[in-house]
């Protein structure tokens, strides 16, 4: 008897539906059944953050959702928010400020910032240091990230004001 579960899900946009176990994991289940392989995994703990996406919404670990949780989801990774041709703002920012260098934190911390910005589209640095606390870097030290975050910010809200 199969244990396995239908599971729906909308990534990026485009609709998936798969059979897995409802105790899969979210990350697993994006990184192993739909080969989207940005978000990743830096702990067993719900500490690091690497693997965030936003889940109908919301900044979620989802090495902390299970698949079963997450059928009927939208979900976004850093695949949906740009690609090299067409860089996000904060893809843009965080290359221009020297805000990775592994890149093993960056789609976490991206997807973060990216609904941080979203949030709250004017953070002071302790605004975006307090948002992203849920984001470990064992790299950068934080400071070109925050820098990065900031500049996205002011480049956001330029374009908005100019757009008005
Ligand atoms: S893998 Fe570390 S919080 Fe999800
Ligand atoms: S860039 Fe290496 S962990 Fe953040």
């Known amino acids: 008897m199969s244990n396995k ?3 729906n899900l909308n990534v990026n946009g485009e609709d998936h539906e798969f059979l897995a176990e409802p105790r899969e994991l979210l990350i697993y289940a994006l990184r192993e059944k739909l080969n989207i392989t940005g978000p990743h995994v830096g702990c067993e703990t719900s500490h690091c953050g690497a693997c965030t996406v936003t889940m109908n919404g919301k900044s979620v670990k989802s090495c902390t959702v299970f698949v ?6 939208h979900v976004t990774t850093i695949e949906g928010l740009g690609n090299p041709d067409a860089l996000h703002v904060l893809q843009e920012n965080f290359k221009e400020h020297h805000g990775l260098q592994c890149g093993y934190c960056t789609p976490g911390m991206i997807t973060r910032a990216a609904k941080l910005l979203e949030e709250n589209p004017n953070p002071t640095e302790a605004d975006v240091r307090f948002g992203i606390a849920g984001n470990i870097c064992r790299c950068t030290g934080y400071q070109n990230i925050v820098k ?5 910010a002011s480049e956001m809200n330029a374009a908005k004001e100019a757009a008005q």
């Open 5 to 7: 579960m239908h599971v």
């Open 68 to 73: 079963a949780q997450a059928n009927g989801a």
């Open 148 to 152: 990065s975050i900031l500049s996205a």
